[in-house]
């Protein structure tokens, strides 16, 4: 059997998902696809809508057939270490290939730049403190030495100004970096951009328009037509149990009191915090009553949202620089489901895998998934803020098999 | 202008209080009763009621004229740590007497009782010691000891079996190995004891009782008789803009994510919490879903109720035993309140004062009152959870005037 991989959140998962897994299913030939997905907290630094476990639902009943989680470790990293993490499980898996989606849609431009930027590292480098010195912000003179780059040949590059060539470039180049034997596919993306709202005529629409539709019109009929029924299926099954889906508007409560519990000194040991910013952190926690508020008064030209928000998260779950510094590869494949197919492929292939699989956590020890259970804890405290279920556990939820 | 202190936690002030502060004024032919009250959180490891400042404007309203705050080194210690806090600042302030309740009603078998155990100290210890080694526990050998030593000599001596009869007896010991020049006075107790539940026939009740009923209830009518209509209004009040009272059922889901985001090795650096506690904190925090099954999970022979909420208290603040055993004797006296005659007793006396008089808490940098500000901080995160009425905050609440 062969499988192809994709590296997704499915924050939620709709049909430009489902449209994803079957292109690269018939673009690669594959008999499976197998999915590693973002757990509890997502590279943006932000709680995912509803859980790892309802999230693999909606990946099984439409096209994947193994979800595995990329650990907490990579899956709040910067784009370098997301996408190390993820190719690196991929590949442990064995899958022959990844496919991701990106605005471009052909691989060769992908591999031209990466070869262009790798044998012109050095002055890629230096075009990029030039045009830092010139007053410039580091992405910016990124994008501007690249430009500048591309005219010294002529062939196909990609565009970096666009979100999901970005992130395909990210894991083309970890790939080569670590020597994995997998080999990269695009699939060009189709109809809705990666921040696109939703467009009623349209039946694919961004994740991040579906989250907004959802949060704001607290309906979920408004976003039926952009999600495959299972998806609503499960969005709805979450409903009855949780009341409402999952933000930081949600943990709010939580999040200023594990901010203010903290005294400036505590804070800058958390993961991503950088110095200098543990007294703004603090004084724009006191004064604000909403996340979104919190966020107006942190908010400065020095620091991106993403990256704001990614110090909250280890604020959040109480993450340190000294915890999440020991590591730097995956030390396991976690199974979060699968389908028959994708049990027989475990079977089969088990043997070959390049990492152990774990399919229990009670069984293992391993300090990196630690983080993972610590981390599912806690999105766990603010769902008993909403609801008097208790959310799932690490250690109650066998993998989903459908 | 002649002043009695009186050492206390109001929670809530009731008419046994009134009682008290009328006989301690009678008493000692005070012109004006001086309170030194526990903040945010409480002796017993508990968070108050209501805060502090509608806690002072009930004791304003009924006969005390002055409110300083015992600081949270001293409110959550136990009773000796409680006992130097509270007679040093009313020593400091210049009372000439301090009054406390007890069983008993007379002061000089409280300083028969306190002169027999200084004199017989050596023998006092051994008792205690050969007491313990029989296997009794250790406040039972402490009144086993007691009660061998009293037969040595015909006096009158306290019984300290009594709850408010060991209180005071700490207030007369702490004030005498502090050399404080202040004397104590006791006023027999009536009609109520320390934990009696709410009697109906009786205008006094408790406060643990009147506790009781208001959250049995939830029907402030229920307590109404016991209680000034002044501190009937101020519950009213706080009840209007916060919805309901405080307790640790109320921060509950705070608490349990503050366990639960610390690893085990991190809870042991918070004060009070004895190692070799920390997995079974964070055990019954895991399995519980209300502060009462927690308290039943973790509650074994080894630990008081009461030292378990101290425990608990300064985990829920964060504030560790590095930072707690700092301090040792108060460095300031915090105001919280006045009457007119309190007003012109401090104008009139201000200048000789054993410590610096706090109004403004902006003024100042002192580290234990940043312990203070912190408690209180904390303790408003409760508030965010029940209520959209942003708490009172020590920077914004200047000293009430009554």
Redesign the interface.
């Known amino acids: 059997m062969k499988a192809v991989g994709v590296i997704v959140e499915y924050n939620p998962f709709h049909n430009g998902h489902h449209y994803h897994i079957t292109e690269s299913k018939n673009e690669t030939g594959a008999d499976i696809a197998i999915a590693v997905m973002s757990g509890q907290f997502l590279q943006r630094g932000e709680p995912a809508l509803v859980d790892k476990w309802h999230r693999a639902k909606m990946a099984l009943s439409s096209g994947i057939d193994i979800v595995i989680e990329l650990p907490y470790v990579f899956s709040t990293g910067n784009a370098t270490h997301f996408a190390e993490g993820a190719t690196q499980l991929l590949d442990a898996i064995q899958c022959e290939s990844f496919a991701f989606g990106s605005e471009q849609g052909t691989i060769q431009p992908f591999l031209n730049t990466h070869s262009l930027l790798k044998k012109q590292n050095e002055e890629y480098n230096a075009l990029i403190k030039q045009f830092v010195s010139t007053g410039l912000s580091y992405p910016q003179s990124l994008y501007m030495a690249y430009e500048k780059l591309k005219k010294l040949e002529e062939n196909d590059y990609i565009d970096l100004a666009q979100p999901n060539n970005i992130l395909g470039y990210h894991y083309i180049e970890a790939a080569d970096r670590l020597n994995l034997t997998i080999k990269p596919v695009t699939i060009q993306r189709i109809q809705a951009g990666y921040h696109d709202l939703i467009n009623t005529d349209l039946s694919i629409a961004s994740a991040t328009g579906i989250r907004k539709s959802l949060f704001e019109t607290l309906n979920l009929d408004e976003i039926k037509k952009f999600v495959p029924t299972t998806t609503f299926t499960q969005l709805n099954a979450w409903c009855k149990t949780h009341n409402q889906f999952i933000n930081w508007d949600t943990l709010w ?2 999040l ?3 901010i ?3 005294t400036p000194e505590q804070l800058t040991q958390y993961a991503d915090v950088t110095e200098g910013i543990e007294h703004a952190l603090i004084k724009a926690a ?1 004064k604000s ?1 909403s996340f979104s508020q919190f966020m107006t008064n942190l908010k400065s030209k020095r620091y991106t949202w993403t990256r704001l928000q990614r110090m909250i998260t280890h604020i959040y ?2 993450i340190t620089k000294e915890t999440l510094h020991q590591f730097s590869k995956p030390s396991y494949i976690r199974l979060l489901g699968m389908t028959s197919a994708g049990q027989k492929y475990l079977s089969e292939n088990k043997k070959s895998f390049k990492l152990p699989l774990i399919s229990r956590v009670a069984s293992t020890k391993d300090p990196m998934l630690q983080l993972d259970l610590r981390a599912t ?2 999105y766990a ?1 603010g769902l ?2 909403i609801s008097q279920h ?1 959310p799932n556990g690490d250690y109650q939820t066998p993998p989903i098999r459908l």
Chains 1, 2 share one sequence.
Do not use: C, D, H
């Open positions: 409560p939580l200023r009191y594990a203010l519990r903290n006191r009553t779950t109480g804890e806690m405290q008993s803020l208790e």
